[in-house]
């Protein structure tokens, strides 16, 4: 990194160690250090959109991916009372 001029910005950068769920007791729990920062362990992260957990069951992505379309759908029920029928379904 210091090499090609890049700095670790250590609020923003998140790592996880990936595992089955049997081996996830036998993980250093530790921060990993970089030079003078520490990035703490985390139980999920997210990359490119997709967020990650220990296991890559991807349930903490699928639980905030619901619960977002669900408080869509929710939004589009109180517009969708004056639409004509074909309206509401495109908008679904």
């Known amino acids: 990194m210091k090499r090609n001029r890049l700095q670790l910005n250590s609020s923003k950068s ?12 036998n993980l250093d729990c530790n921060p990993f ?9 985390k139980n999920d992260v997210r990359d490119l959109g997709l967020i990650l957990d220990r296991d890559l069951s991807m349930t903490s992505h699928i639980t905030r991916l619901v619960r977002t379309i669900f ?3 929710r939004q589009l029920r109180s517009v ?3 639409l004509m029928q074909d309206v ?3 908008l679904v």
């Open 14 to 25: 998140e790592f996880i160690w990936c595992s089955s769920p049997r081996r996830v007791n």
């Open 33 to 41: 250090v970089i030079g003078a920062d520490a990035v703490q362990l």
């Open 71 to 73: 408080t869509i759908l």
């Open 80 to 82: 969708s009372r004056p």
């Open 88 to 90: 509401t379904s495109h």
